[in-house]
Each structure stands twice: as C-alpha cells, then as structure tokens.
C-alpha cells in the first residue's frame, strides 16, 4: 500500500507539472489582463508600470519558476479582478461545485444501477427496449440543451397543444402534459444557502435542495446513458459465465444471483470507469453552470478567461488535476478492496 501512495504522489507531481507548464503556455493567447484591470482613460505609461510591477513582462521561464516556487508553498498569486488570493476565491466557489457534483452522481447512481440491471435481466423486455432507446437519446443531446429544455419545462413552465382539444381524451392529454413551472433555476438562492464551519451548503434547507434539483439533473444527463449501458453490457457478460450456471445449477435462487454473485462483479470495471468520469464531471460543470448561473468553479472559470485572470485560470486547473489524481487513486483502493485479487502494487502475490 506504501509503495503504491508513493508511486501515485509522484504521478501525481508529474501531473501538476504538465499542466502548470501548459497553463503558462497558453496564457499569452487568454488577452492583456491589464486591460481588464484598468480603465481606458489610463495611459500607457501607467500600464506599463503595472506590467513590470506583475512581472508580466519577463521570460517565459522566469514567470514560471516564479509562480511554481510560490506553488509549493501554495501560493498560486492573486486574482487580477477579486484582488485577493486565488486560492480563496477557489475555495468560495468551490461548495457550490461540489455539491453540485454530489447530487448528479447521486441521481446517476440511484437510476442507473436498478435500470442497467433489469435491462440485463430482461433485455427484451418493451421497458429495457424503452430505456436502450433513451439512453441513445440522452447521450446525444448535449448538457446545455438539457438544461434548457429543463428549464423550459419546470420552471418557467409549458401548455401543450400536441392533441386536439375538441376531444375529451385530447384535453386531458394536453392537460397531463402541461406545466405551470415553478421550480427555481437561477443560482443557488443565497438567502437559502447555510453556512457549515468553511461550508456554504444547499443540503440543509428545502429550498435549497430545491434550486439544487434541476442543475444536478442537468449534469447528471451527461452520464446517465453511459453507465446504463455499461452496467447492462457488463451484466449481460456475467450472467453468460460459468460461474453463474454453476449457481443455477445449485439451485441458488435468481434474486442472489443477480444481486449478490453478478451484481458485485459486475460494478467492478463500472467502478473504474465511474471514478474517472466524476472527476470529468467537474469540468463538465462549465456548461451546467452557466446556463443555471450556478455560482461554481466552472461559472469562476469561464469569468477568469473572459477577464484574463491568469493566476485564477492556472490555480482552477492545478486544483481540478488534483481532483483528478486524488480521485482515480481513491478509486483504485476500492477497486483493491472490492477485488482482492487485484495487486496495487502491481507485483504478482
């Protein structure tokens, strides 16, 4: 295990070295900062002092040896428009984010684990033909259309003529289908939102769960599809295999072989592939955010770019590859645990 947390630190170290150094590479094509900070009635004398006074104008190498010296002592600068450090502006945007994430893998967990393993049970089922044909749909459509449509529906609300309204069955249809909208979705509600020790958290209010319901939908949609089918794809393998006719042989009853023997095996690569796409969640929040105007690290993000803030652009990506790096080891412990025969280490038993 020691040996393995070693071999992972230093991936993790190769990791935030790449792309800090990508980071500072493209920061030349990301605008002038200084013209975002300053008004246009400045002259250019002024600019320029403020130019050398950031450093702005040394080499390359020289802004990054000095940016990754303060790095290790975690100081990644300070934010050209919040004028403080960027690291607290990170850590006050990034609740909201993580919240966010939680309640989309909740939903992707809660739906897709029941709906892969009954579409596997019974794929000729019309309802797992229904849901294949959905998770088609859903992996097609991109978030930022979901996130409408959503909003559309559930918030502001729709009349639907689709049927003719001189039947009585066309009525009630039109009338089933309807909305009157209602459901928030601008923000996080700010009056809703309790304060938790460092925590600015949604989870304990009504309303709050509220706002937090149509954003985490929204996300949850991105990977929804993609875990139905690959716990049913999975699924079917299984109950193809040796060990699972041996079981039937025996007499053990359906529900423990589907839920007990198949299930278990079955999450084991779902667990791996899962691990890596919540750490891509949190990118994909970018999109989420904006249409929600969730205040997250992907809306601070796409702020940072529009305003040039270099030190807050490069602290959010060194702060999302440790998401990453931090989140593909926990998940390779479960994956020892879950599957003892797997060796972290890599060394034969």
Do not use: C
């Not at 684990?113 to 033909?129: D, E, F, M, N, T």
């Not at 790096?325 to 797997?342: A, R």
Request: neutral net charge.
């Amino acid at each position: 295990m020691i040996a393995f947390l070693t071999k992972r630190l230093m991936h993790a170290i190769l990791v935030m070295l790449v792309i800090s150094v990508i980071a500072f590479a493209i920061q030349d094509n990301l605008g002038d900062p200084i013209q975002q900070m300053v008004g246009q009635s400045v002259p250019e004398s002024e600019r320029e002092a403020l130019r050398e006074r950031l450093g702005l104008n040394d080499p390359f190498h020289v802004q990054y040896l000095r940016f990754a010296g303060n790095a290790i002592q975690g100081d990644f600068g300070y934010s050209y428009f919040y004028r403080e450090p960027a690291l607290d502006v990170i850590a006050r945007h990034l609740p909201a984010t993580l919240e966010l994430v939680f309640g989309a893998t909740l939903i992707i967990v809660l739906l897709s684990v029941p709906i892969g393993v009954y579409s596997a049970i019974k794929p000729r089922s019309p309802l797992s033909r229904f849901f294949m044909g959905a998770s088609i749909v859903g992996i097609s459509v991109p978030v930022f259309l979901t996130a409408i449509v959503l909003i559309q529906i559930f918030a502001i609300g729709m009349k639907v003529t689709l049927f003719p309204e001189s039947t009585a069955w066309g009525s009630w249809l039109n009338a089933t289908l309807s909305t009157e909208g209602g459901m928030p979705s601008f923000g996080r509600g700010q009056d809703l939102v309790h304060v938790v020790g460092y925590w600015d958290s949604n989870l304990f209010s009504a309303g709050g769960l509220q706002h937090l319901v149509l954003p985490s939908i929204a996300l949850a949609s991105i990977m929804l599809p993609l875990f139905i089918r690959l716990i049913r794809a999975e699924m079917l393998e299984v109950l193809q295999s040796e060990y699972v006719k041996f079981a039937r042989a025996k007499g053990i009853s359906s529900w423990r072989i589907y839920f007990v023997h198949a299930l278990k095996n079955t999450m084991l690569p779902v667990i791996t592939v899962g691990g890596v796409q919540i750490g891509t969640m949190v990118a994909y929040t970018i999109l989420t955010e904006t249409v929600f105007q969730w205040p997250g690290m992907g809306l601070m993000f796409l702020d940072a770019i529009n305003r040039a803030d270099i030190p807050l652009i490069v602290a959010y990506l060194m702060i999302v590859g440790v998401i990453f790096v931090v989140t593909n080891t926990i998940v390779d412990l479960i994956y020892g645990l879950v599957n003892p025969t797997v060796k972290l280490t890599g060394k034969p038993a």
